[in-house]
């Protein structure tokens, strides 16, 4: 599976934004999708995982980002809301198999920057 994410760019504080990650290889339907993300100096976090028709997210973005599929199209986006300098961050999206198992298939990363 190879993964494309986009949709990064510069928002004031407040604003949103909606990252992408396009899918080709295989179909993603039963992978267990997620994002993380990579702020300057700090390790790489979870943000949030999608598999059926469930959703996960990290307590930091809670109430204000949203995670959703489109199986047809391969796709799974990342809707953020209210967002925050602290997201400004390197966005990734993910692939595994099956949930319990670490993510095998990376993108390649999309630059979020949230100014205040």
């Known amino acids: 599976v190879q993964l494309q994410a986009s949709g990064g760019g510069l928002v004031q504080a407040g604003g949103s934004l909606r990252l992408s990650c396009a899918a080709s290889g295989r179909a993603i339907s039963n992978y267990v999708l997620g994002w993380f993300r990579q702020a300057p100096g700090k390790e790489r976090e979870f943000v949030a995982a999608?598999?059926?028709?469930?959703?996960r997210y990290a307590d930091s973005v809670k109430g204000r980002f949203t995670i959703s599929r489109d199986n047809a199209k391969n796709m799974v986006y990342l809707q953020m809301n209210s967002l925050k300098p602290e997201d400004t961050a390197v966005y990734y999206c993910?692939?595994?198999?099956?949930?319990?198992?670490?993510?095998?298939?990376w993108g390649q990363g999309t630059l979020v920057t949230v100014s205040s």
């Open positions: 999608h598999w059926w028709s469930d959703g």
């Open positions: 993910a692939a595994a198999v099956r949930r319990g198992v670490p993510y095998d298939y």
